[in-house]
């Protein structure tokens, strides 16, 4: 059973680039979540898939977008970058949703936009 | 809103010493409350996942209690090593996916050779 892994792990860009980030989710999982994590701080909770579809999104602007797979991967786009958008960037899956179910993350992607 | 609050915020204790680990949260509705480990610059490892029906649940030297009611839940941890050492998250599932998970800020434990 493999778990979730993250590419790339590390990714420096340029202010008003545009990035894509990904996720494998751990096999057999169907939901793929997505965090931001600023240093010293929780990771705050950016949108939710569940077979390819959002359900659920925190409070993030629209340049935040995302895209689930028919294999459950997924990936998170990140237009127009900005300076704050600095952090590390977490996926978890699970297998659906409720409260039995445990989340298991990856080991983030550090994006740093200078 | 849910929030979350953990305390203390940092910790450091001699090898050896059981503790304590405290999480709050403002909304008892939850789904879950789940605790994690976090080492610097890494991803997230779940640690002890505990239902809402639950009161506590333990792995190894880790036991985690939950108390819905009063919105609280406590991460003790035995016999404390080195290892031990980390950033410790509480999370909580109030919307069944719709909100994620709300995180505190974690607490960063030492624990002194």
């Known amino acids: 059973e493999t778990g979730v892994t993250q590419s790339p792990t590390h990714l420096i860009k340029t202010r008003g680039q545009q990035v894509t980030l990904r996720c494998s989710s751990q096999?057999?999982?169907?939901?793929v979540s997505w965090y931001q994590q600023a240093l010293g701080q929780g990771p705050q909770f950016i949108f939710q898939y569940y077979r390819e579809e959002e359900n659920g999104r925190g409070n993030f602007p629209p340049r935040f977008s995302g895209l689930q797979f028919p294999n459950y991967s997924s990936e998170l786009n990140v237009n127009a970058l900005e300076l704050d958008d600095s952090a590390l960037y977490l996926c978890a899956s699970s297998l659906n949703w409720g409260d039995s179910t445990e989340a298991f993350f990856g080991q983030g992607t550090r994006l740093t936009v200078v | 809103k849910q929030e979350v609050t953990q305390i203390p915020a940092a910790l450091s204790v001699p090898e050896g010493e059981n503790l304590v680990l405290n999480c709050s949260f403002t909304?008892?509705?939850?789904?879950?409350l789940q605790w994690f480990r976090q080492d610097p610059g890494k991803g997230l490892t779940s640690l002890l996942l505990i239902q809402s029906s639950q009161r506590e649940q333990t792995s190894g030297r880790l036991n985690a209690s939950l108390d819905k009611s009063s919105g609280r839940s406590t991460l003790y941890i035995a016999a404390s090593q080195p290892g031990d050492s980390a950033t410790y998250l509480c999370?909580?599932?109030?919307?069944?996916?719709?909100?994620?998970?709300?995180f505190g800020k974690g607490t960063h434990l030492i624990i002194q050779p």
């Open positions: 096999s057999g999982h169907n939901t």
């Open positions: 909304d008892s509705a939850i789904y879950n």
């Open positions: 999370a909580v599932d109030s919307g069944g996916g719709a909100d994620g998970l709300t």
